[in-house]
């Protein structure tokens, strides 16, 4: 049925727009003003509920005063956050390289259009530093000011606070730093945007354990029924805590939508369809200067900040580089196993630093024959603590009991009678089982030399486990590290594990080595 339109009426079709207007000899006379103020009028509207209905018009709106469009990249990490939006995603992880767009689209763009479709929402927003953070909160409550017709929402008249406010329609906004305390905030969508601020932090167990306890023990408790994680960030190390998220995927927890976008195509099965060798946002980062910030760089940390491959750093004896990881269903049935362990019979005191006492370390190996006739070289465990002697004792030997008769138990002997009196009473302990004792010779560095030859052809390997990233930091660091109780533990089992005729051969090359 056709609507016949009175005088100074409109007709849409799509976005064409038609003046009712007079028309002479089949001719019509040019809309009036008011006709293009109300055609003008009418494409805002529309545009402005295309911006409420799409997280990408929404983006281009915003972006427009700063001269930006979104590139194919940041489309591509709009559409997951998109995702995230209609609840199809509720773990999501972004890792891309610095100065790529992501923390502008995550952090500043997406928030706002989040707070459309849930408008009593609480969103918590964390960076490395608050600081950092209330920037970002700043730019997304001045976005929300400044569009408020666009997003169909504003400010509530109180909220002023660049780190914490509110919108007049019940949604709620809140900055914070990592590591930060958070009692008390409820999330229903919680960013984590570059958790990690430098190299210094990357490397720092201590840090990383920080973080890794401040996501599970607040970030994790602060989250509401059916909210969502979306953790943006440039990687560092294979332990930061991206790489601890995923390590906890393999091992039962969250599973995690994973978007990720190196600097330089480096598979056959790029996000973006590129092929080997090709930039993310050439328009603004060309492969050029890619180049040249990686010769500027090294390779150790352009892997990891624009690939987002993180790979430990070579030591000045262990090329921890070399030792690769397997599963625990890859582990050969029947091969030797010995345990071996290095003492530390001094008990931290409360409230001691990790600068304190040294640690007692048990590296369980194993050395399995290959296919093509020789041996290889399997990490299976490591147990590291810091306890009194009771403890000490107590612990070797509940592992002894959870490794079984089958695997070998090596103990340092220390020099003296104490020493000996301590091997004996071990031995006794550990009744039933294949123990044998035996005193430290040489140095530090040379006990390690025989098992870093293995690991530096690549001929020892590990099992993926959380106590790898402890243990490959310090072999990285070997022998400046402050502590080396794991190095020798392995040097231990190494030593035990050996074939007679291969021990045989490095004790006569030893006696032969001349003296310094």
């Given at each position: 049925?056709?609507?016949?339109?009175?005088?100074?009426?409109?007709?849409?079709?799509?976005?064409?727009?038609?003046?009712?207007?007079?028309?002479?000899?089949?001719?019509?006379?040019?809309?009036?003003?008011?006709?293009?103020?109300?055609?003008l009028k009418l494409k805002r509207e529309l545009w402005r509920r295309r911006c409420r209905?799409?997280?990408?018009?929404?983006?281009?709106?915003?972006?427009?005063?700063?001269?930006e469009v979104p590139a194919r990249v940041h489309r591509l990490i709009l559409s997951k956050?998109?995702?995230?939006?209609?609840?199809?995603?509720?773990?999501?992880?972004?890792?891309?390289?610095?100065?790529?767009?992501?923390?502008?689209?995550?952090?500043?763009?997406?928030?706002?259009?989040?707070?459309?479709?849930?408008?009593?929402?609480?969103?918590?927003?964390?960076?490395?530093?608050?600081?950092?953070?209330?920037?970002?909160?700043?730019?997304?409550?001045?976005?929300?000011?400044?569009?408020?017709?666009?997003?169909?929402?504003?400010?509530?008249?109180?909220?002023?606070?660049?780190?914490?406010?509110?919108?007049?329609?019940?949604?709620?906004?809140?900055?914070?730093?990592?590591?930060?305390?958070?009692?008390?905030?409820?999330?229903?969508?919680?960013?984590?945007?570059?958790?990690?601020?430098?190299?210094?932090?990357?490397?720092?167990?201590?840090?990383?354990?920080?973080?890794?306890?401040?996501?599970?023990?607040?970030?994790?408790?602060?989250?509401?029924?059916?909210?969502?994680?979306?953790?943006?960030?440039?990687?560092?190390?294979?332990?930061?805590?991206?790489?601890?998220?995923?390590?906890?995927?393999?091992?039962?927890?969250?599973?995690?939508?994973?978007?990720?976008?190196?600097?330089?195509?480096?598979?056959?099965?790029?996000?973006?369809?590129?092929?080997?060798?090709?930039?993310?946002?050439?328009?603004?980062?060309?492969?050029?200067?890619?180049?040249?910030?990686?010769?500027?760089?090294?390779?150790?940390?352009?892997?990891?900040?624009?690939?987002?491959?993180?790979?430990?750093?070579?030591?000045?004896?262990?090329?921890?580089?070399?030792?690769?990881?397997?599963?625990?269903?890859?582990?050969?049935?029947?091969?030797?196993?010995?345990?071996?362990?290095?003492?530390?019979?001094?008990?931290?005191?409360?409230?001691?630093?990790?600068?304190?006492?040294?640690?007692?370390?048990?590296?369980k190996l194993m050395r399995a024959p290959t296919e093509a006739g020789t041996d290889s070289?399997?990490?299976?465990?490591?147990?590291?603590?810091?306890?009194?002697?009771?403890?000490?004792?107590?612990?070797?030997?509940?592992?002894?009991?959870?490794?079984?008769?089958?695997?070998?138990?090596?103990?340092?002997?220390?020099?003296?009678?104490?020493?000996?009196?301590?091997?004996?009473?071990?031995?006794?302990?550990?009744?039933?089982?294949?123990?044998?004792?035996?005193?430290?010779?040489?140095?530090?560095?040379?006990?390690?030399?025989?098992?870093?030859?293995?690991?530096?052809?690549?001929?020892?390997?590990?099992?993926?486990?959380?106590?790898?990233?402890?243990?490959?930091?310090?072999?990285?660091?070997?022998?400046?590290?402050?502590?080396?109780?794991?190095?020798?533990?392995?040097?231990?089992?190494?030593?035990?594990?050996?074939?007679?005729?291969?021990?045989?051969?490095?004790?006569?090359?030893?006696?032969?080595?001349?003296?310094?």
């Amino acid at each position: 049925m056709e609507t016949r339109l009175t005088k100074h009426s409109h007709s849409i079709s799509g976005n064409e727009y038609v003046p009712d207007r007079p028309a002479f000899d089949g001719f019509r006379l040019p809309p009036s003003r008011a006709d293009l103020e109300m055609l003008l009028k009418l494409k805002r509207e529309l545009w402005r509920r295309r911006c409420r209905e799409s997280l990408l018009a929404w983006a281009t709106e915003e972006r427009a005063a700063y001269g930006e469009v979104p590139a194919r990249v940041h489309r591509l990490i709009l559409s997951k956050l998109d995702q995230v939006v209609r609840r199809e995603i509720d773990r999501l992880m972004i890792i891309a390289p610095p100065r790529h767009g992501k923390s502008v689209y995550t952090s500043r763009v997406f928030p706002a259009y989040w707070l459309v479709h849930n408008p009593r929402g609480a969103i918590i927003a964390a960076s490395h530093t608050y600081s950092l953070a209330e920037d970002f909160g700043r730019s997304v409550r001045n976005m929300v000011a400044e569009h408020r017709d666009t997003l169909g929402y504003t400010l509530r008249a109180d909220s002023t606070a660049a780190g914490r406010w509110h919108t007049d329609r019940g949604g709620q906004y809140i900055s914070a730093g990592v590591g930060m305390a958070l009692s008390g905030r409820p999330a229903d969508l919680f960013i984590i945007d570059d958790p990690v601020p430098d190299r210094e932090a990357a490397e720092s167990l201590t840090q990383r354990d920080k973080t890794w306890n401040w996501y599970r023990g607040d970030v994790y408790q602060r989250l509401q029924p059916h909210a969502a994680i979306i953790v943006v960030m440039t990687r560092w190390h294979e332990d930061d805590l991206g790489g601890r998220l995923l390590r906890a995927q393999q091992e039962g927890g969250d599973r995690w939508e994973v978007l990720h976008l190196p600097a330089i195509a480096d598979t056959d099965d790029d996000p973006l369809l590129r092929l080997p060798g090709e930039a993310l946002w050439p328009e603004w980062v060309s492969l050029e200067e890619l180049e040249r910030k990686r010769a500027v760089i090294g390779e150790r940390d352009f892997a990891a900040l624009f690939q987002g491959r993180p790979r430990p750093a070579e030591g000045a004896l262990f090329k921890v580089g070399m030792i690769g990881k397997i599963q625990l269903h890859e582990v050969p049935r029947k091969a030797e196993v010995v345990r071996g362990w290095d003492l530390a019979a001094t008990e931290q005191k409360p409230g001691q630093k990790s600068g304190g006492p040294a640690w007692t370390c048990g590296v369980k190996l194993m050395r399995a024959p290959t296919e093509a006739g020789t041996d290889s070289y399997l990490v299976l465990d490591v147990v590291r603590f810091r306890g009194g002697p009771e403890e000490v004792a107590e612990t070797i030997l509940r592992t002894a009991k959870d490794d079984g008769q089958q695997v070998k138990i090596s103990l340092p002997q220390d020099p003296g009678q104490s020493g000996k009196v301590q091997a004996f009473w071990m031995t006794q302990l550990l009744s039933g089982y294949n123990v044998v004792t035996s005193p430290e010779s040489g140095s530090k560095v040379e006990r390690a030399n025989p098992v870093a030859a293995q690991a530096n052809v690549g001929n020892l390997k590990m099992v993926e486990a959380p106590w790898n990233a402890a243990f490959i930091d310090e072999l990285a660091a070997f022998p400046s590290s402050l502590f080396k109780d794991q190095v020798d533990a392995l040097s231990r089992a190494f030593a035990e594990v050996l074939p007679d005729e291969m021990a045989t051969w490095l004790k006569l090359a030893k006696l032969a080595a001349p003296r310094r």
